[in-house]
């Protein structure tokens, strides 16, 4: 994935500085952070990536739970970036933030013991999905864990008819792949055998799951 070709947060630079208004109004943002969190089991001596950490708001949440855990929060996006900074600073908490430029990620082998992510992955084409999800074998610990929430096959009809706001917002070439399930199958490729979804969320957009990966 290179720096020139992704889709910011709504599609739209102009939109950035609403971002978190709209997912607060329009989705049950701080339920299914809470239950990703949850899942991750954050412990006191752990290093955590926040795999494109946009406003910062889900390191943030990850830090009020365990403040003792190091995190790092890496992104794409420097407009981004600079609302997280600011954010992070009034929370007065400690996460490193990491500006992303696609690739490699910046980190050794087998050197974090979680990664979380929220609403990134349908940002990204199948191909970049796959990049990141070996990226992310590569630099989790033995007994690391990936945890990860974001749009995934609609619960019903509804939710389906819906999900078009988003696919008509962030495009159909990069969401197809979350709505119709494959997500799994994607994450299978680069190596990941213990694949759960724990919990899903209906929302007004569409339906949002929460993925523990292993």
Do not use: C
Not at 81 to 105: F, H, P, R, S, V
């Amino acid at each position: 994935m290179s720096n020139s070709n992704y889709i910011p947060a709504l599609r739209f630079h102009w939109l950035t500085n609403i971002y978190d208004f709209s997912v607060s109004v329009l989705m049950p943002e701080k339920e299914f952070k809470n239950a990703l969190i949850h899942h991750a089991n954050i412990q006191d001596d752990y290093t955590v990536l926040d795999f494109g950490i946009g406003t910062a708001t889900l390191s943030i949440m990850a830090y009020k739970f365990n403040s003792k855990a190091a995190y790092k929060g890496l992104d794409i996006d420097s407009n981004i970036l600079k609302i997280a900074k600011q954010k992070i600073e009034n929370a007065k908490a400690t996460i490193e933030l990491l500006k992303y430029d696609g690739g490699i990620l910046p980190f050794a082998d087998s050197s974090i013991d979680r990664i979380i992510t929220s609403l990134v992955f349908h940002h990204l084409t199948s191909e970049q999905k796959l990049e990141a999800f070996f990226e992310f074998k590569r630099i989790l610990k033995h007994n690391g864990e990936l945890h990860i929430a974001d749009w995934g096959k609609a619960s019903n009809f509804l939710m389906r008819l819906m999900f078009h706001i988003v696919q008509l917002l962030d495009g159909y070439k990069t969401t197809n792949d979350n709505v119709k399930g494959n997500l799994p199958n994607i994450i299978k490729q680069a190596g990941f055998d213990q694949i759960n979804i724990s919990q899903k969320f209906n929302t007004i957009l569409g339906t949002v799951e929460i993925f523990q990966i292993k």
